[in-house]
T-cell receptor, first 114, second 111 residues
Framework: ETGVTQTPRHLVMGMTNKKSLKCEQHLGHNAMYWYKQSAKKPLELMFVYSLEERVENNSVPSRFSPECPNSSHLFLHLHTLQPEDSALYLC?????????????FGPGTRLTVL | LAKTTQPISMDSYEGQEVNITCSHNNIATNDYITWYQQFPSQGPRFIIQGYKTKVTNDGASLFIPADRKSSTLSLPRVSLSDTAVYYCLVGLESGTYKYIFGTGTRLKVLA
């Protein structure tokens, strides 16, 4: 148990569906992250939020839309996804965004797009 | 240009000591060296972090030479449950908030 929870743990959706992934951290951290991990590939950073402000967006398609309503919660809204978006989506938090900050990861959401 | 280089895979036997070395020739003065462990279908877990010399915690040691251009994660007496991917991270990508996880080292512990 890392103090970072993600729901749902598994999600199957069609290409025309709209769904949302939820992340919650109970650590009092100021930074939150979304990562994508496809099979046999390194983790890809998608978004970074610091104090509820998006500070990094790594050329992620607009069909992924993040939302950070407060420093404890992070959402990833999904719409009109493609089969190649099937992956493990990981949320993480850290005390700050500077180098040397340990990142605490959630268990991930395994997403399958049909 | 990758910030770190580490072996793609390693095999070991239960009870042995495992050393995984990471090269980071372009490490910056203020960069820390951090190692994570990841099991299949789970998020990475922090193992250990250091700046220079040697750091030790309950399950691992981190050796960093004076020039800091490499580091070695040492796992004493590994067990089957240590089978995982191990990532070496060095600082953030310049001008970003991004750690580069790379492909990691896939450690397989055999009985």
């Amino acid at each position: 148990e890392t103090g970072v929870t993600q729901t749902p743990r598994h999600l199957v959706m069609g290409m025309t569906n709209k769904k949302s992934l939820k992340c919650e951290q109970h650590l009092g951290h100021n930074a939150m992250y979304w990562y994508k991990q496809s099979a046999k590939k390194p983790l890809e950073l998608m978004f970074v939020y610091s104090l509820e402000e998006r500070v990094e967006n790594n050329s992620v398609p607009s069909r992924f839309s993040p939302e950070c309503p407060n420093s404890s919660h992070l959402f990833l809204h999904l719409h009109t996804l493609q089969p190649e978006d099937s992956a493990l989506y990981l949320c993480a938090s850290s005390p700050g965004t500077s180098g040397g900050n340990e990142q605490f990861f959630g268990p991930g959401t395994r997403l399958t797009v049909l | 240009l990758a910030k770190t280089t580490q072996p793609i895979s390693m095999d070991s036997y239960e009870g042995q000591e495992v050393n995984i070395t990471c090269s980071h020739n372009n490490i910056a003065t203020n960069d820390y060296i951090t190692w994570y462990q990841q099991f299949p279908s789970q998020g990475p877990r922090f193992i250990i972090q250091g700046y220079k010399t040697k750091v030790t915690n309950d399950g691992a040691s981190l050796f960093i030479p004076a020039d800091r251009k490499s580091s070695t994660l040492s796992l004493p007496r590994v067990s089957l449950s240590d089978t995982a991917v191990y990532y070496c991270l060095v600082g953030l990508e310049s001008g970003t908030y991004k750690y580069i996880f790379g492909t990691g080292t896939r450690l397989k512990v055999l009985a």
